[in-house]
């Protein structure tokens, strides 16, 4: 899995794949990040990036999810791994995005990551925007809405 550190993101290219990651500190119980990571309805709220997801993000559920990095098309991911507090994937047959929490000092470790591959990938690679930006957008505005939340318990 490929991260950037200090919430800036990191994309490695290769012939059949892309993978985008982004890793930051986020100064909040991992149970705070887990409830905004699985409340489909709240996500646009405090993400920038999401423009809706409808479904549960529960495992095995399908979600149908709307990014502002293309808000005409519909994406329908299938929730692939549900381990509450610590691990979530979903994706679809081209790819995966992986959310990981980890124990970090006083805080949470949040690491995204997305890799897109298959043997069609070359075909179809240079539609694809960058992930950069958004990855990097999405750390923030979970650091930013995780840690206020955080501060209002203590």
């Known amino acids: 899995m490929i991260t950037g550190p200090n919430g800036k993101a990191v994309t490695r290219k290769a012939a059949f794949?892309?993978?985008?990651?982004?890793?930051?500190?986020i100064e909040a119980d991992a149970s705070i990040i887990w409830a905004l990571l699985t409340n489909a309805t709240d996500f646009p709220r405090w993400?920038?990036?999401?423009?809706?997801?409808?479904?549960?993000?529960?495992?095995?559920?399908?979600i149908e999810l709307r990014s502002t990095l293309d808000e005409k098309r519909t994406?329908?991911?299938?929730?692939?791994?549900?381990v509450p507090n610590q691990r979530l994937v979903w994706g679809d047959p081209m790819g995966s995005r992986v959310y990981i929490l980890e124990k970090a000092g006083k805080g949470t470790q949040f690491t995204m990551s997305?890799?897109?591959?298959?043997?069609?990938?070359?075909?179809f690679a240079s539609m694809i925007p960058s992930f950069d930006e958004s990855f990097e957008k999405f750390a923030a505005d979970l650091k930013k809405e995780a840690e206020t939340i955080q501060r209002s318990k203590n």
Not at 47 to 62: A, L
Not at 75 to 82: H, S, T, V
């Open 114 to 123: 997305e890799k897109i591959d298959g043997p069609l990938f070359p075909l």
């Open 75 to 82: 994406f329908k991911l299938k929730i692939k791994e549900f």
């Open 47 to 62: 993400n920038s990036t999401v423009i809706s997801i409808s479904g549960r993000i529960q495992s095995g559920e399908i």
């Open 17 to 25: 794949s892309r993978e985008t990651g982004v890793s930051v500190n």
